[in-house]
């Protein structure tokens, strides 16, 4: 296998006259173990690498990819990019990126993490699901406990002169409990991403596991209402691929967001703060430069309220015109591919308030613990939402009796005008993140 | 793709730690996607992906390992590190390989990578073109063509040796319509394991206008109505519906980890007595279809629900055999780089004997839904929720305004059990359905059917 920035230059060599040629290479190693019954479940270990090519040629694009290739099928990739390209429409905003230098991030690669053995990794998963099975009479079995890393390397070099590499490191652990009394049962979900195996705090994510499960247990179906709501840090972040979709400069240059025409205004509340920031160490997406080779940076989407602008790729910049630089928010789905606008460490800011102050003054309200239907239930271009939900009813300034089989509708301008309070517990899943949110109000099916 | 004899090394080194069975999956993979958006080719892009899979098994453990390199060196580096999950010091033996042959339920007369790629542009075009004709309010046409054809090796240690090829074709469009600041959005997507002789059937003019009738219908929608009330879902809707809250529990990992509502309760009725269900790769040329599942299993129909009864689950052969019953031929995975897990293929609530028109007459007051975006369901419970692409109120007996911005919520056994009334206009609807970061392409069918109580969520009154 030929090392990946060897793969790459050879795949820029091959352009001809008059083309511009960009190669994307990944690897992947992962590590993936599950624990059952005090057995191993299941163990995956990975290891791809591939290459993804963009050659632009009279305004035309075209893209092709591979995996393992040889740097005679890595040559064959170009020409097959070549041959895409013939075919699609010239436009006159295609075009590679000039080179800018990007600080390197030594922080985002964990040595001691890719150090660790395998017989270490299933300790550590047997461990995680001895212990959560030992939290509470009521929670004897998972439906999931797993520990997991992964170990990345990227380069990209491009005919424009773009030549970078970097490496990450990344590891997780995920739970889901099954809580059981009677006939009933319930699960309870948590989950947390650092940047290495050594680096993991795993009994935390166990804990919360099968807080959430107990909590469930003799949940009922709420009356319909309009009510305040909070929404905790798993459930807020359902909301945030909507959000990432409509600021997403390709969405709203082909009318496709609902934040088009709303630049400069207020928006949402002016407790409400949204950034995307690459170079933000605690959040997993963190990455020197782009899927393009340009700098990561931190762009303010919202600030308290305001939308400021949109996430761009070189593309959307350059339709954008006016001056519009990109972000830096290239991305990939590996060296499948093509680069297109996304996310790196999309967040809320943290507030200043605790979940206990946002509690309070939702009395009477719901703590939303968990929604699902959202990439079903939202309309990313209306900004209309009704999604299930679980949770937990307010009451006293605590939250309690649990709630179940209810939904929750509104748009997405109402939600982030009705943001009335944001909590300081800011926590990334994924490469997205968010503290508790206070809504003032939304409304509640149920019966 | 491999040498039997390479294939055989393997399977023995995968063995070494003795275990139930070994088994190699080895992929290759060609694809093309299009996409026209604005009426501009914007992405064409084609794809050539390799790779295989090493799994061992004791019990219900598996260790796996994968690589996309397919060299010696690569593949014992897998079976090594796959084999490394067990406990064992004994080997296990590998019986000699052997080929089975499958009826070639997916067999294309016309397979895609003989078709010039500018005839695929083409069809985009014509999906641009019918789109925008069918309103001036329709803003945006995105067209997307996707073929690829996957051929799969899959042996194992007890000799089995399957090479099977699966074509797959699809014509998505998505369309959006705006009328003042109403924005809203149309979708239709055929598909099946198929060569292009697929879109003579489901031309991509059809598909345009379909996408492009349901952005524009929603246009006028207002808000939907929220609370209990009775819901006809149209035929076709109503088999996406039963995959998701059904479906899901019934897949026997979920039951084996005590994670299912339905466990313990075959024999039982759990849905109207008016509900046969299946699950049937054996479909010709069904997007969810095959001739041996990723384990090497035939493909089946299963028997799901006779008259509301539950008849069995769907097993692939870690569970099968945990339980003492037969596979199913339902252990499917996503390429090499997953483990397979149990999966459906094409999951159909049979038609029933009412006139669809007569369901939709006889409901006073309700929902009816045309068009489902998708859903979710805990399989431990039984709770589901479904976004509402498509729906109108019935008033009267009348399908009358169209509504935007609903669900559906439920508890599986309930809303199956509250089931009265079963039409004879089956229909399919094909998807991609994701479990345990693995995507799966499924049919579903059903008849019109009407739930008889059923949480709506919206923002109406």
Redesign the interface.
């Known amino acids: ?1 030929p090392e990946l920035g060897e793969l790459v230059r050879s795949a820029v060599g091959a352009a001809e006259a008059g083309e511009q040629v960009e190669a994307y290479a990944d690897e992947d190693r992962r590590t993936e173990v599950s624990a ?1 019954r005090g ?12 290459l993804g090519v963009r050659v632009i040629r009279d305004g035309r ?8 290739p040889t740097l005679e ?1 890595a040559r064959e ?1 170009v020409r ?1 990019a070549r041959d ?2 013939a ?3 010239p ?1 006159e905003h295609n075009g590679l990126p000039e080179p800018e230098a990007s600080a390197p991030m030594p922080e985002i690669f964990r040595e001691q993490s890719a150090a660790v053995r ?1 017989d270490d990794k ?1 300790r550590m998963a047997l461990d995680l699901e001895r212990y959560t099975v030992s939290r509470d009479p009521r929670v004897t ?1 998972v ?1 999931l406990a797993q520990v997991g890393d992964a170990v990345s390397h990227v380069a990209i070099a491009s005919t424009t002169g773009v030549d970078a590499a970097y490496a990450r490191t990344d590891a997780w652990a995920l739970v889901v409990t ?1 809580a ?1 009394d009677g006939d009933e ?3 309870g979900f948590s989950y947390t991403i650092t940047r290495g195996l050594d680096a993991l705090t795993w009994e935390p994510v166990a804990d919360e596991a099968v807080d959430r499960a107990v909590a469930m247990l003799g949940a009922a ?1 709420p009356a ?1 209402a309009k009510v305040p709501v909070v929404l905790d840090p798993f459930a807020a972040s359902s909301f945030l691929g909507v959000l990432a979709g409509a600021l997403n400069a390709e969405n709203v240059l ?3 967001s ?1 934040f088009a025409e709303m630049v400069g205004q207020a928006v949402g509340s002016s407790v409400f703060t949204l950034v995307d920031d690459g170079r933000r160490l605690d959040g997993p997406g963190a990455c020197p430069f782009d899927a393009e080779g340009l700098p990561s940076g931190r762009t303010e989407l919202f600030t308290a309220g305001t939308l400021n602008g949109f996430l761009h790729d070189t593309y959307t910049a350059r339709r954008s015109g006016r001056g519009q630089r990109s972000t830096g928010n290239a991305k990939r789905g590996g060296y ?3 680069p297109g606008v996304g996310t790196s460490n999309f967040f809320v800011d943290a507030g200043p308030r605790s979940l206990d102050e946002l509690l309070t003054d939702a009395e009477g309200g719901v703590l939303i613990r968990d929604v ?2 959202v ?5 990313p ?2 900004g ?5 939900a ?1 949770g937990l009813r307010i009451d006293g300034g605590a939250a309690g009796e649990p709630l ?8 997405i301008p109402e939600m982030l005008k009705g943001v009335a309070g944001v909590g300081s517990d800011l926590r990334f899943f994924s490469s997205v993140g968010t503290p508790s949110i206070l809504i003032g109000e939304m ?1 509640l ?3 | 793709m491999l040498d039997r004899a390479l294939v055989a090394e393997v399977l023995a080194a995968a063995r070494r730690k003795g275990g139930d069975f070994a088994e190699v999956f080895v992929e290759e993979r060609s694809s093309t996607s299009i996409r026209l958006d604005d009426a501009t080719v914007e992405e064409l892009t084609t794809g050539a992906d390799r790779g295989a899979g090493v799994r061992v098994t004791q019990g219900t453990t598996y260790g796996y390992a994968y690589s996309n390199r397919l060299d010696r060196d690569a593949l014992l580096e897998a079976a090594a590190a796959a084999s490394a999950a067990l406990r064992g010091d004994a080997p296990g033996p590998v019986v000699d390989l052997s080929e089975r042959l499958g009826p070639g339920t997916n067999r294309a007369e016309r397979a895609a990578d003989t078709v010039p790629a500018a005839d695929k542009v083409a069809w985009l075009r014509e999906v641009d073109e019918v789109a925008r004709g069918v309103s001036a309010e329709v803003v945006q046409v995105t067209g997307i063509y996707f073929d690829s054809l996957q051929r799969r090796l899959i042996a194992a240690s007890d000799g089995r040796w399957i090479d099977e090829e699966r074509p797959r074709i699809r014509v998505v469009a998505q369309v959006v319509a705006k009328r003042g600041d109403v924005i809203q959005t149309g979708w239709d997507g055929p598909a099946a394991c198929a060569g292009v002789e697929f879109l003579e059937a489901h031309p991509p003019r059809v598909t345009a206008e379909r996408a492009a009738r349901r952005a524009v219908t929603m246009l006028d929608s207002i808000p939907a109505p929220a609370g209990e009330m009775p819901v006809v879902v149209a035929n076709g809707c109503g088999g996406v519906l039963f995959h998701e809250a059904v479906g899901h529990p019934l897949e026997a990992d979920a039951v084996d980890k005590e994670a299912s509502v339905y466990r313990g309760r075959v024999g039982e009725r759990c849905a109207s007595e008016l509900i046969d269900g299946v699950d049937d790769a054996t479909i010709p040329n069904g997007w969810g279809s095959y001739d041996f599942d990723d384990e090497g299993e035939p493909a089946r129909r299963t028997e799901l629900f006779r008259e509301g009864v539950l008849q069995g689950f769907l097993q692939d052969r870690l569970r099968a055999a945990k339980m003492g019953v037969e596979p199913t031929g339902n252990g499917r995975r996503e390429s090499y780089a997953h483990p397979p897990i149990v999966r459906m293929t094409n999951t159909n609530i049979q038609p029933g004997p009412e006139d669809p028109d007569e369901v939709i007459r006889s409901t006073a007051r309700g929902v009816y839904v045309r068009g489902l975006g998708g859903g979710q369901v805990n399989p431990a419970t039984g709770d589901f929720v479904f976004g509402v692409s498509e729906g109108y109120l019935i008033e009267n007996g009348e399908v009358t305004t169209p509504v935007r911005g609903a669900n559906l919520i439920g508890r599986a056994i309930e809303v199956m059990s509250s089931v009265d009334a079963v039409g004879s206009d089956f229909e399919t609807w094909e998807g991609v359905c994701g479990k345990d970061g693995q995507g799966a392409p499924v049919g579903s069918g059903s008849p019109t059917l009407r739930i008889a109580r059923i949480t709506v969520g919206g923002t109406g009154a």
């Open positions: 296998m059952l057995e191993i479940e299941g163990m995956t270990f990975a290891g791809s690498v591939g694009l075209g893209y092709a990819w591979a995996a393992d099928e990739t097959r895409n390209a075919l699609a429409e436009d395998a299933v079995k439906d099954l059981v049962t319930q699960t179906k319909t082909k009318g496709r609902l499948r591919s093509a699902s239907g990439h079903s239930g939202a309309n271009i209306s209309e939402f009704s999604v299930g679980t179940r089989e209810m939904t929750i509708a509104s748009t409304t099916a149920g019966v």
